[in-house]
């Protein structure tokens, strides 16, 4: 019932910008935080960033500065515009939806997206 689809990723060279996209489709739930992770071979799933439905963004140490997330909450899409990459953002990105009950907020569920490489050559 929930699914998140995502958009975006490939290959550029450091210094250059990508963009991703993720649309959510929630059904019956209510959707709040949304955003994305990544994980990079032999390294556990990070924080890129998050953000509220009140447009409040959270983002991980490694990419402040030069990632930037936006939502529009008419469409329950998240876009993060990745500017001056470097090698190490290399990652599958996945996208990430906080979902709860309408009728009972109390039970909230994490879904993820499949995942879109983004990889960086030198």
């Known amino acids: 019932q929930v699914q998140l689809v995502e958009s975006g990723g490939g290959l550029v060279q450091a210094g250059e910008s990508l963009r991703l996209s993720c649309k959510a489709t929630t059904g019956s739930y209510k959707l709040n935080d949304m955003g994305w992770y990544r994980q990079a071979p032999g390294k556990q799933r990070e924080l890129v960033a998050m953000?509220?439905?009140?447009?409040?963004?959270n983002y991980g140490d490694s990419v402040k500065g030069r990632f930037t997330l936006s939502r529009d909450n008419t469409k329950n899409t998240v876009d993060l515009q990745m500017n001056s990459l470097k090698p190490e953002d290399t990652a599958v990105y996945y996208c990430n939806a906080k979902v709860s009950e309408i009728a009972r907020p109390m039970y909230q569920f994490l879904y993820w997206g499949q995942g879109t490489q983004v990889t960086v050559s030198s």
């Open positions: 953000v509220t439905t009140g447009g409040r963004a």
